[in-house]
């Protein structure tokens, strides 16, 4: 414990003592090495030697701490109080003796330069943070006037459907007009779901979290995704895992994300095909993963399939993903694709696991 407290003491010594010291260990052993000499020979006039020597090994120390109080001391300072400006958020601050030619200035350069890529990155930064909350702004704009449009449309479009119905019902059976309608009708109900899925992504509503079954969760969606196969060679698998038995999340949001990507994979197959939906627990995460058999989606397509309105089906309306990323990002998890053109597409999302779950977000 002794030699411990000596040591700290010693590391906590200025270090121009440390510098020192080793210098005057070697300036007094040689005196007490000449001092002996003068003594074993009996030199004349050795005692006034010595103290000559003395006074010189004095002058060297003065000398040597003088030239290290102004080579190293002084940039040392003014490194101290530069950095302390920089801390404080003072990133116009540099240090003067980075043009000095020696060490001490090729130190002084490369701080500088530290000093000044700092500047450039956070300038940089808020640059880009004024681009995102202008855009953030614009954004939010556009989803309130298109909001405000589909809850408008919504209500004429009702009114129109009213009325296509009463045609249908007044048309003759053998009518040809029969088929347009019902051509009509089909654009309609599309219509509204368009509008029902902008509503839904301009104004989402916060997770109902509940804490129950997820693996029940996952198989109700797969379950409802098999009744569209039933005419269609594609077969619908769900893999269980173990230890989802109880996770805290919103049952009715997961089912929508489920099904709209298991109804994605089915229509990505033509054909005889396969969708297998596997559920797994990774640490604090559960992982729900869909994977299909289909065509695929092509690599440079595959940055804008969250983008809204964008979509790789005709008939798609390019809301389904963003809406699922959206309520996947709303439980506090991530969602991510991987796809082989020719080959199939999956999908993963993480949802946190833990049975107290996120809090509900506003």
């Given at each position: 414990?002794?030699?411990?407290?000596?040591?700290?003491?010693?590391?906590?010594?200025?270090?121009?003592?440390?510098?020192?010291?080793?210098?005057?260990?070697?300036?007094?052993?040689?005196?007490?090495?000449?001092?002996?000499?003068?003594?074993?020979?009996?030199?004349?006039?050795?005692?006034?030697?010595?103290?000559?020597?003395?006074?010189?090994?004095?002058?060297?120390?003065?000398?040597?701490?003088?030239?290290?109080?102004?080579?190293?001391?002084?940039?040392?300072?003014?490194?101290?109080?530069?950095?302390?400006?920089?801390?404080?958020?003072?990133?116009?601050?540099?240090?003067?003796?980075?043009?000095?030619?020696?060490?001490?200035?090729?130190?002084?350069?490369?701080?500088?330069?530290?000093?000044?890529?700092?500047?450039?990155?956070?300038?940089?930064?808020?640059?880009?943070?004024q681009g995102e909350m202008q855009r953030a702004e614009h954004l939010a704009t556009i989803g309130e006037l298109a909001a405000g449009l589909a809850h408008e449309i919504r209500n004429p479009l009702a009114g129109i459907?009213?009325?296509?119905?009463?045609?249908?019902?007044?048309?003759?059976?053998?009518?040809?007009?029969?088929?347009?309608?019902?051509?009509?009708?089909?654009?309609?109900?599309?219509?509204?779901?368009?509008?029902?899925?902008?509503?839904?992504?301009?104004?989402?509503?916060?997770?109902?979290?509940?804490?129950?079954?997820?693996?029940?969760?996952?198989?109700?969606?797969?379950?409802?995704?098999?009744?569209?196969?039933?005419?269609?060679?594609?077969?619908?698998?769900?893999?269980?895992?173990?230890?989802?038995?109880?996770?805290?999340?919103?049952?009715?949001?997961?089912?929508?994300?489920?099904?709209?990507?298991?109804?994605?994979?089915?229509?990505?197959?033509?054909?005889?095909?396969?969708?297998?939906?596997?559920?797994?627990?990774?640490?604090?995460?559960?992982?729900?993963?869909?994977?299909?058999?289909?065509?695929?989606?092509?690599?440079?397509?595959?940055?804008?399939?969250?983008?809204?309105?964008?979509?790789?089906?005709?008939?798609?309306?390019?809301?389904?993903?963003?809406?699922?990323?959206?309520?996947?990002?709303?439980?506090?998890?991530?969602?991510?694709?991987?796809?082989?053109?020719?080959?199939?597409?999956?999908?993963?999302?993480?949802?946190?696991?833990?049975?107290?779950?996120?809090?509900?977000?506003?």
């Amino acid at each position: 414990m002794a030699n411990r407290r000596f040591l700290h003491r010693a590391t906590a010594l200025p270090w121009q003592i440390k510098a020192l010291i080793p210098i005057l260990g070697v300036l007094v052993g040689g005196l007490l090495a000449f001092e002996a000499a003068v003594l074993k020979h009996n030199i004349p006039q050795g005692h006034w030697i010595l103290v000559a020597a003395s006074f010189g090994a004095l002058l060297i120390c003065f000398v040597l701490l003088f030239v290290l109080l102004v080579l190293v001391e002084k940039p040392l300072a003014e490194l101290k109080s530069t950095i302390h400006r920089v801390r404080e958020g003072d990133l116009d601050a540099r240090v003067a003796f980075a043009e000095r030619d020696d060490d001490v200035g090729q130190l002084g350069k490369q701080f500088n330069a530290m000093v000044q890529r700092l500047h450039e990155n956070q300038a940089e930064i808020a640059r880009l943070h004024q681009g995102e909350m202008q855009r953030a702004e614009h954004l939010a704009t556009i989803g309130e006037l298109a909001a405000g449009l589909a809850h408008e449309i919504r209500n004429p479009l009702a009114g129109i459907a009213g009325a296509v119905e009463v045609m249908k019902t007044e048309l003759p059976a053998g009518s040809a007009s029969l088929e347009v309608v019902g051509d009509v009708q089909n654009e309609i109900r599309r219509i509204q779901e368009i509008l029902n899925n902008l509503l839904a992504y301009a104004r989402p509503r916060p997770p109902n979290f509940d804490v129950t079954d997820f693996n029940a969760t996952v198989e109700q969606a797969v379950l409802m995704a098999r009744q569209q196969t039933r005419n269609n060679p594609i077969e619908v698998v769900f893999r269980p895992g173990a230890g989802l038995t109880v996770v805290r999340h919103d049952p009715a949001q997961i089912h929508q994300v489920l099904l709209n990507l298991l109804l994605n994979g089915m229509q990505a197959i033509s054909g005889p095909g396969r969708v297998e939906v596997s559920s797994r627990r990774e640490g604090h995460w559960a992982v729900v993963s869909v994977a299909d058999t289909g065509r695929g989606i092509p690599a440079q397509e595959l940055p804008n399939i969250f983008k809204p309105f964008f979509t790789t089906r005709r008939d798609g309306t390019g809301l389904g993903l963003p809406l699922a990323r959206g309520i996947v990002e709303a439980h506090g998890g991530r969602i991510e694709v991987t796809s082989v053109p020719g080959k199939g597409t999956q999908f993963s999302f993480w949802l946190p696991a833990s049975d107290s779950g996120p809090e509900p977000v506003a």
